[in-house]
């Protein structure tokens, strides 16, 4: 499974780029701002941080313009992946832009229906929002599930399943045994993954019973 992270933070993504885990990142408008900077230099800087996929979200409605705002995205930079709402002329501009080369996010998906028409569409990666279907008393992790027997079920579709609105850690283990190609976690999540008490706890008493040794390795 590859590991994005859900930030337009440029010092939060320099710090995580540090632990050798991040495959990519994502961002969206309210990400953007929320940083609070101009999109083109974050998205610049970002995309020269980290080697994977940088999605970057156009904000056209109408997919001429769409497919406009994805051209001047990508153009920042090979490895931007054009970030594309789930409507009709989303789906549009996405078959335009992956036609043209380009690699497209479809985010905002909230069924298994419409990830479907984002494989046919062609897109690169399909966002499915496991937190925020979650948050309304639906299952989000059931629509990972979902989206990947289907899937699975046809050869040509190649769409990569991108497990989107991550909130625990318990969301990526599920997400992962889903079989999600990637999950994009907020950078706090991300760190907490490596945590468990007992690897403290063993730690501690390791290190303890060494010290009684009075040997060193070195
Ligand atoms: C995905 O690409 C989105 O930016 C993100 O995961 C949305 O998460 P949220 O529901 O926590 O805002």
Redesign the pocket.
């Known amino acids: 499974m590859q590991f994005f992270v ?1 930030t337009a933070d440029v010092g939060e993504i320099k710090a995580l780029t540090e632990t050798g885990m991040l495959d990519g990142v ?3 408008p ?2 953007i701002m929320k940083a609070g900077r101009p999109m083109l230099d974050v998205i610049a800087e970002i995309a020269d941080l980290v080697e994977g996929p940088v ?1 970057a979200e156009v904000t056209a409605t109408e997919a001429d313009q769409m497919v406009a705002e994805g051209e001047k995205l990508a153009g920042i930079a090979p490895n931007i992946a054009v970030k594309l709402p789930l409507t009709w002329d989303g789906l549009k501009a996405c078959r335009r832009l992956t036609g043209d080369g380009h690699m497209v996010n479809v ?1 905002l998906c909230f069924s298994a229906a419409q990830a479907l028409l984002a494989a046919k569409a062609g897109a690169t990666f399909i ?1 499915p ?1 496991i ?2 279907l979650d948050d309304i008393g639906l299952d989000g992790m059931k629509l990972i599930e979902d989206i990947r027997a289907i899937y699975d079920n046809y050869e040509d579709l190649e769409t990569q399943i991108l497990a ?4 625990t850690v318990d969301h990526v283990q599920q997400a992962a045994i889903a079989g999600a190609d990637v999950a ?1 976690l ?1 950078p706090a999540v991300l760190s907490k993954l490596i945590e468990h008490p007992l690897t403290d706890k063993g730690l501690a008493q390791f290190l303890t019973d060494w010290k009684k040794t009075g040997q060193s390795i070195l």
């Open positions: 859900d994502t961002t969206n309210s990400l999605s985010t966002s929002f937190g925020r989107a609105s991550v909130r994009t907020p």
